[in-house]
């Protein structure tokens, strides 16, 4: 049967006309009931950000005894972007019971602290928009969610600042000086994700004055303002720029002398927050050196302290214009991080105008950060996050002789009862006994709970406390001043590994535990492997060929069991049918014909693509050409795929266009020798669906 033009075309239209439904084929996951139209998660959060916060002001006594879960590095698998750790955790929760009474506790539990690491990639949009889907129920390939969707429509979500939402893969490897963690765009897309514009406008979430806010939101908030001369101030302030949004003029050139700067920021600070209060915000007395992810909010007894524990702080743009102005070599400007005792760091001032706020209501202070500053699972010179620690600890650089002040030191001596953080994938709990001369011993407990997706680490080295703790107090001695004579040491060190969240029991303004609870790796065991089918249209060059084909992939499996550095890569093996129309205008002297194709790529790999979607590398494939007579050929072929149209459009995730280079090697000796002698190269568009 003679194979017709119109059959290449019509394979065409098939694919084109499965790419409009965006969607794959199957059904969706049932929803849980929800009452009129299901909101978008930041909806649905700030509502149940805002009404738990406004319970928590008032004169009940529901929050004399409550529980918070903590979680830390969710972070989707970079093979699939899959939350199914996440989903098993929420499973657990919502079966929790108390170990003496038995009691389940879910309705107990008020909030989530997700502390970092939301996603693998945080420049990534398309993995904020998998996570968004998960938190609606809905995993990859039509893996259901039903637990983590019950959670996030249930309990209000607190976000912390990790090093992953900075992750921008780059082609050179970290160092003291540079990162793979400061890229500009993870939090502005973690902000948008939070909508943080609407985030920080409640009178309950302590902020700092706003470097910045959108035009809407700045004129809204003028009318509001009953007094001409509060409107009048707020306008000089602040200026329109091209991105939309109205920015502090004193962040655009500000004085670069330490006590210049420090009175006119605290002027300004002082007027603008008083105008901020007056239009329903929660602001303190502090102008924000940027609009970092920091904030604080009170529950009864407590309040909480989100920090951004990613010390170098390049991810903030003026903040880092402050530390190349004031630090010309780069050698150098290390000397002004997000830990560092400075008028010219707005974190430092936040964290000083939080502690003062708990300290004069008498007030517990909980500091939740994503990076822990002492463990022993790293060594604290490693040049990634391990330098964050020692930024954030004031350690000495190489070629000083002491260290530098840090507002981590008055956490340390005097203020917090509770330190959470994570980014180690892995549970610990250690004592931390800070003393002072003539002061009390403080203590402090200190916990490390990262378990909530990452690839877990399983080696806990005690003596690499050691290092961390001695070079601290080393760093306090040479300080001198009100900082000489000041210790600290760790005591009764207590790790596990797993996946798992923090259930912390808070009674009477205090933590009185924080348990680890580890979910069953039955729970989020990954589905069976699903085969696979794309139907493609390609074109063809040299000379101008189309074809059609059918790829079948019997599954695609993980390699990180084989390498835990390989878990952004997936083995996708695969075998295609099709027919190609060759030379279809016969315009150039080589044969005119139809043929069908068979193609076997058994080295075909499917891996995360830095900044967007997962990509096939197809490292070696066979082709076949058979026609009619004595056309046959034989190819070598290579290739990438991706769904670029997803990646610009936030559309057509299972439409992948692709390039694969040929490279002819073979006709059977009563072939045709010109027979696709030239074809070099060919592009092409694939529906990809699961059987």
């Known amino acids: 049967m003679k194979i017709k033009v119109r059959s290449v075309l019509a394979s065409l239209l098939l694919l084109l006309a499965l790419s409009m439904t965006g969607r794959a084929v199957g059904t969706e996951p049932r929803p849980v009931a929800f009452s009129g139209e299901s909101p978008k998660f930041k909806d649905r959060n700030i509502d149940l950000v805002g009404r738990f916060l406004t319970e928590a002001s008032s004169s009940g006594n529901r929050l004399d005894d409550y529980y918070f879960v903590l979680i830390g590095d969710i972070q989707n698998s970079p093979k699939d972007f899959g939350h199914a750790v996440f989903n098993a955790i929420a499973k657990d929760m919502l079966q929790v019971v108390d170990e003496k009474t038995g009691e389940r506790l879910y309705d107990r539990i008020r909030f989530v602290i997700l502390n970092g690491d939301l996603v693998y990639e945080g420049s990534s949009p398309r993995q904020w928009d998998a996570l968004e889907k998960?938190?609606?129920?809905?995993?990859?390939?039509?893996?259901?969610?039903?637990?983590?969707?019950?959670?996030?429509?249930?309990?209000?979500?607190?976000?912390?600042?990790?090093?992953?939402?900075?992750?921008?893969?780059?082609?050179?490897?970290?160092?003291h000086y540079t990162d793979l963690m400061d890229s500009t765009k993870g939090p502005v897309y973690l902000k948008s994700f939070f909508d943080w514009d609407r985030w920080i406008h409640n009178p309950h979430i302590l902020y700092p004055v706003p470097a910045d806010l959108p035009g809407k939101t700045f004129r809204e908030l003028?009318?509001?303002?009953?007094?001409?001369?509060?409107?009048?101030?707020?306008?000089?302030?602040?200026?329109?720029?091209?991105?939309?949004?109205?920015?502090?003029k004193f962040n655009e050139n500000p004085p670069l002398q330490e006590d210049e700067y420090r009175a006119g920021k605290e002027r300004l600070a002082a007027g603008l927050a008083a105008i901020f209060r007056k239009a329903g915000y929660g602001t303190l007395p502090v102008l924000n050196s940027d609009?970092?992810?920091?904030?604080?909010?009170?529950?009864?007894?407590?309040?909480?302290?989100?920090?951004?524990?990613?010390?170098?702080?390049w991810h903030y743009p003026d903040f880092a214009r402050l530390k190349q102005a004031l630090y010309p070599d780069k050698k150098e400007q290390h000397r002004l991080n997000l830990f560092t005792v400075s008028p010219f760091n707005g974190q430092s001032d936040f964290y000083q105008a939080v502690a003062a706020y708990a300290r004069e209501r008498g007030l517990t202070l909980v500091v939740s950060m994503h990076s822990p500053i002492f463990n022993s699972s790293r060594h604290v010179t490693n040049p990634g996050v391990g330098y964050n620690s020692?930024?954030?600890?004031g350690l000495p650089q190489p070629g000083q002789e002491k260290g530098a002040p840090s507002f981590f030191d008055d956490i340390l001596f005097s203020d917090a009862s509770d330190v959470f953080s994570s980014c180690v994938h892995a549970y610990e709990h250690f004592t931390l006994i800070a003393r002072a001369p003539g002061s009390a011993d403080h203590t402090v407990q200190?916990?490390?709970?990262?378990?909530?997706?990452?690839?877990?680490?399983?080696?806990?080295?005690?003596?690499?406390?050691?290092?961390?703790?001695?070079?601290?107090?080393?760093?306090?001695?040479?300080?001198?001043?009100?900082?000489?004579?000041?210790?600290?040491?760790?005591?009764?060190?207590?790790?596990?590994?797993?996946?798992?969240?923090?259930?912390?029991?808070?009674?009477?303004?205090?933590?009185?535990?924080?348990?680890?609870h580890f979910v069953n790796p039955e729970d989020f065991r990954q589905p069976k492997v699903k085969p696979q089918v794309t139907l493609s249209a390609s074109y063809l060059s040299h000379p101008s060929s189309t074809g059609a084909s059918l790829e079948f992939c019997p599954g695609v499996w993980g390699r990180e069991k084989g390498n835990g550095y390989l878990a952004f890569v997936n083995w996708r093996p695969s075998l295609s049918l099709g027919v190609i129309d060759y030379n279809i205008r016969g315009i150039s002297p080589d044969a005119q014909a139809y043929a069908g194709t068979l193609e076997v790529s058994p080295f075909t790999l499917e891996f995360h693509l830095p900044k967007a979607n997962l990509a096939s590398l197809k490292l070696l494939g066979f082709k076949l050409w058979d026609g009619r007579a004595n056309l046959r050929r034989a190819f070598l072929t290579t290739g990438v795929e991706m769904p670029l149209f997803y990646d610009l459009f936030g559309r057509l995730e299972r439409l992948n266009v692709g390039v694969e280079v040929y490279f002819p090697f073979q006709a059977a000796a009563d072939a045709n020798q010109d027979f696709g002698r030239r074809t070099r190269l060919a592009l092409y568009a694939g529906y990809r669906f699961r059987l």
């Open 222 to 248: 003028s009318a509001k303002l009953g007094d001409p001369a509060d409107v009048r101030y707020l306008a000089e302030q602040y200026v329109l720029k091209k991105d939309g949004r109205f920015h502090l």
């Open 134 to 175: 998960a938190f609606d129920g809905k995993g990859p390939d039509g893996i259901s969610y039903p637990y983590l969707q019950i959670l996030t429509r249930e309990k209000p979500i607190f976000p912390v600042t990790g090093n992953h939402e900075l992750l921008s893969f780059r082609p050179h490897a970290p160092t």
């Open 291 to 313: 609009n970092m992810v920091h904030y604080a909010f009170e529950a009864r007894n407590v309040v909480y302290l989100l920090l951004d524990s990613m010390a170098r702080g």
């Open 446 to 516: 200190c916990y490390i709970s990262g378990g909530g997706g990452g690839p877990l680490r399983t080696v806990f080295m005690a003596q690499k406390t050691k290092p961390w703790v001695n070079a601290y107090n080393q760093k306090l001695q040479d300080l001198g001043g009100p900082r000489s004579g000041r210790s600290v040491e760790i005591r009764d060190d207590v790790t596990g590994v797993g996946h798992h969240y923090l259930l912390v029991h808070v009674v009477g303004g205090r933590v009185v535990d924080a348990s680890p």
């Open 390 to 393: 020692w930024l954030a600890l």
